[in-house]
């Protein structure tokens, strides 16, 4: 017994290769913290903090748990297991519905999208980190290059021309208003007075220092320091992926825990500083009468969604490196749960702060408080500028960024890779050489997010191809692998790498509840569909160009299984159609060993029923037919 132990301790932070020719993570710690970075991303820190604020504040956390339970969990679990259980990608997944394998293309291309301005992003934070490096940030003051005769500094209105009362007003909007002299007047359409609205100096640092902005969607430059940084950020994501998942695994033990500690750090200083209480009120105060609106549980939907990564590709690609009975149940839970309560934790960490702006400007923390790269590079940043010591806290705070960002980009990449060497197995040798090629064809297509327009299509992608493609994409994933792979199928791959019978909540949720939550969340997304403000109008430039992305990557779902139908298949169009929904010959576990023991589980049965080999499954350190131990998994 103690030896046994021994071994699975070790088993847990290094051991050998299972796979020969794929490779495994070196240890199961590695896969965990991978799967941990991927999930706990950019906007845990900046998304769900506001989402929680503008959605009931702390009852958003009951919809939130919903979502989780009903829909986060089920999906996590369902596609970590069927990567494991394959050792396949997102594209080669799809061995076991040929039919459906556009699925995993589109999954693939929205990931190199996605992965082309995440970087972006990235280099946001680099740019920051090293404006950092002085004795006085750059975003204090209005004496820059850069700052215009509105700038004020620590300006707040309400000091100026009192309290706002808009009721009975043609708008309730306080953007729609504009403190002139000593009163407020309404400025909505009026482009004369609202070009005369004060801005803080950080929101100018950010608007023509880092991102040039000229107000039109025209190309007209070339920022050399953002493309700078950019090619920084693209050497970083070399460096650490270059020897694979052996190179990643090793420093995800960096970059997934180092957050944290930043976290730490930064919420202990958040609870010296006066004025977080308000602001930790105002994040955590319930407003019990918002969670009866739709929208509330869309939102709360959508952040589990967006938050685990799910239908991206990228966790069917990581367990992919998984040895075969590696336990999926326990990571997911550690992984999922993890994940949530890491946005909960960051959400008391940024309101804390915020609400040490709001003190400082006298102002309320609802006039503070920001959402998305508003909140990381505008109000953050200033909050930051306030506090004794500024530089450092800076610099720690972009640096933390810098690895939550890093940690995603990593499994981004991995994604497109695995994907790519899964259909030419042959590339597996030279995997240095196919990265060196993805990160130079990533970055010069990201020069453009270094232009004067590169934001605008910064938040198009994040939009409308990290956005809706992936609601869509998410809908056709859950349906595809519950009705036409199928549950049970599912369950006995399951059983089979970990001893555990899925129990109904698993599969009411896999067949009802996850598909039936997306869809009525898409739904509602296209009801309520209105242009973002970065869009001129309906039907412009940008968002035609936005279209077209959504379109181009969910173009390859029909297209495949036009081809896989016509060129494929034989027979009459519905034998073509069984055989497109069949698994392939090939389909299965990658080595032959844990296809033999799959095969004295089951027998040969298509659709076994693995309720007759087991009735009460528990943990238990017993051998497999191959001689490995195997943890069976209780309920």
């Known amino acids: 017994m103690a030896k046994s132990k021994e071994t699975k301790v070790k088993a847990f932070f290094a051991a050998e290769d299972e796979n020969k020719e794929r490779g495994n993570w070196s240890g199961q710690l590695d896969f ?101 490096l002085t004795t006085s940030l750059p975003w204090t003051g209005c004496d820059h290059w850069w700052n215009s005769e509105l700038c004020r500094e620590l300006f707040n209105e309400l000091n100026v021309c009192g309290d706002l009362n808009v009721t009975g007003q043609a708008s309730t909007s306080s953007d729609d208003y504009v403190c002139m002299g000593t009163e407020w007047l309404y400025a909505a359409g009026n482009d004369t007075l609202l070009a005369h609205k004060p801005i803080s100096p950080a929101e100018e640092y950010w608007n023509n220092a880092v991102l040039k902005l000229t107000g039109k969607f025209e190309l007209t430059s070339l920022d050399w320091q953002m493309a700078m940084c950019l090619l920084l950020s ?61 929208s509330v549980w869309k939102e709360a939907a959508a952040q589990i969604f967006f938050s685990l990564s799910v239908a991206w590709g990228g966790i069917q690609a990581l367990a992919s490196y998984n040895r075969f009975h590696n336990n999926c149940y326990r990571d997911t839970l550690i992984v999922v749960f993890g994940n949530c309560l890491t946005s909960i934790f960051a959400g008391f960490v940024v309101f804390s702060i915020i609400g040490y702006l709001a003190k400082s400007l006298n102002t309320s923390v609802e006039n503070a408080v920001q959402s998305g790269f508003s909140l990381a590079f505008i109000a953050y940043p200033e909050a930051l500028s306030q506090m004794p010591g500024a530089p450092g ?34 590339l597996r040798t030279k995997k240095p050489i196919l990265l060196v090629g993805l990160c130079l064809v990533n970055y010069a297509v990201g020069l453009l997010c270094c232009t004067n327009i590169g934001y605008y299509l910064v938040q198009m992608m994040d939009d409308y191809a990290g956005g809706y493609s992936l609601v869509f994409l998410g809908i056709l994933e859950v349906a595809a692998f519950s009705f036409i792979y199928g549950v049970r199928r599912l369950s006995d791959n399951i059983y089979t790498m970990i001893r555990y019978v899925p129990n109904y909540y698993w599969k009411g949720c896999w067949l009802v509840i996850s598909p039936a939550i997306l869809l009525l969340s898409m739904l509602y997304s296209f009801i309520a569909y209105t242009p973002p403000s970065y869009i001129d109008d309906h039907l412009s430039l940008q968002e035609v160009i936005a279209w077209l992305m959504v379109a181009f990557a969910l173009s390859f779902i029909p297209l495949t299984a036009i081809y896989v139908i016509i060129f494929k298949t034989e027979g009459s169009l519905l034998q073509r159609l069984r055989t497109g929904v069949t698994p392939l010959p090939t389909w299965g576990p990658a080595l032959e060993q844990h296809r033999e023991e799959e095969k004295a589980l089951f027998g040969t049965a298509s659709i076994p029923d693995i309720s007759q080999h087991v009735t009460n499954p528990v943990y238990d350190e017993s051998e497999s037919e191959t001689g490995e131990e195997v943890e069976v998994v209780g309920v």
Not at 57 to 62: K, N, R, T, V
Not at 245 to 260: E, H, L, Q
Not at 395 to 418: A, H, P
């Open 32 to 132: 965990i913290l991978a799967c941990l970075g991927y999930a706990v991303g950019l906007g845990n820190v900046w998304r769900f903090p506001y989402r929680t604020y503008e959605n009931g504040g702390g009852a958003f956390l009951i919809p939130y748990a919903c979502m989780l339970i009903f829909a986060g969990l089920p999906l996590f679990f369902m596609e970590l297991s069927l990567g494991q259980y394959s050792s396949r990608g997102p594209i080669a997944i799809w061995d076991c519905a040929p039919l459906c394998r556009g699925i995993g293309i589109a999954q693939v291309i929205v990931s190199a999208i996605v992965g082309i301005y995440y970087n972006c992003i990235i280099a946001y934070c680099v740019f920051y980190m090293f404006s950092s």
């Open 234 to 294: 693209w050497f970083i994501v070399y460096l650490c992926m270059v020897k694979g998942i052996k190179s990643t695994g090793k420093a995800v033990y960096f970059t997934a825990t180092f957050p944290y500690v930043v976290l730490l750090i930064l919420l202990i200083r958040g609870l010296t500083l006066d004025g977080m209480e308000d602001g930790i009120k105002f994040y955590v105060t319930p407003r019990w009468e918002e969670i009866i609106s739709f």
């Open 393 to 426: 806290w800076s610099f720690l705070f972009f640096f933390m960024l810098l690895n939550l960002g890093l940690d995603t980009q990593f499994t981004i990449i991995e994604t497109v890779m695995t994907a790519i060497c899964d259909q030419w197995p042959s």
